[in-house]
């Protein structure tokens, strides 16, 4: 894409952003956003041709540093544990970021009334991260010489993963309870998350490793 087109497209999302999470995606307008940015609601229309098509791309916008971290998480070099730890403390990362809680808190307080854009964040968001944490599973347990870690490959592992790093700190956060997390903090949930993760895991077949 040239040069001007992609300024113009990251001015465009910074602004829906700021005015999703000012206004709420119910009172948040296309022409109010075009107004803020500088130019017409037709050359808004080009780049997003709705205002469900603008939210669903400040969702991808938003994650694209973490879940570029998330993806270059290192399998080949670390122990299995390691590398858990790591994925851990990438999603981590990405769901603990003050832009991530704060459009998390939107889609909570409107996807009842609007649900296309609750569906929308569970797919560029949720599920996208959930996909990367499955590929890194995969690897893992293909990578592994001892059959019993073919649980890592294993339908709602993923799922499993994701929930436990989910617990406590994030939704801590999410309900204000803490402010913000710090980067202990963050290591110490990857590691209790991975811990728990494998002890569950462990307790469903006494063939796993140890």
């Not at 399998?75 to 704060?102: H, N, Q, W």
């Not at 944490?133 to 690897?139: D, E, G, Y």
């Not at 998350?193 to 796993?208: M, S």
Request: charged share 20%.
């Amino acid at each position: 894409m040239p040069a001007g087109p992609s300024v113009r497209r990251i001015a465009i999302l910074t602004v829906a952003g700021r005015t999703f999470l000012r206004q709420g995606y119910a009172d948040a307008s296309m022409d109010g956003i075009a107004a803020e940015v500088g130019g017409s609601k037709s050359t808004l229309y080009r780049y997003f041709p709705s205002k469900a098509a603008l939210f669903a791309a400040y969702v991808e916008e938003i994650g694209t540093l973490p879940w570029s971290t998330l993806a270059a998480v290192q399998v080949e070099e670390k122990g299995t544990e390691a590398v858990l730890e790591d994925t851990a403390r990438a999603y981590l990362d990405l769901i603990l970021s003050p832009s991530a809680l704060a459009v998390t808190r939107l889609v909570m307080a409107e996807t009842v009334r609007f649900p296309e854009i609750g569906r929308i964040f569970y797919e560029r968001g949720i599920r996208r991260a959930e996909r990367q944490i499955a590929a890194i599973l995969q690897r893992l347990a293909e990578r592994s010489d001892v059959p019993g870690w073919n649980f890592l490959a294993l339908p709602g592992a993923a799922a499993h993963f994701r929930a436990l790093c989910e617990a406590g700190l994030h939704e801590e956060c999410l309900w204000g309870v803490y402010g913000s997390a710090s980067p202990e903090d963050v290591g110490s949930v990857a590691q209790q998350a991975v811990a728990r993760f494998l002890r569950g895991c462990l307790g469903y077949d006494h063939h796993l490793p140890a």
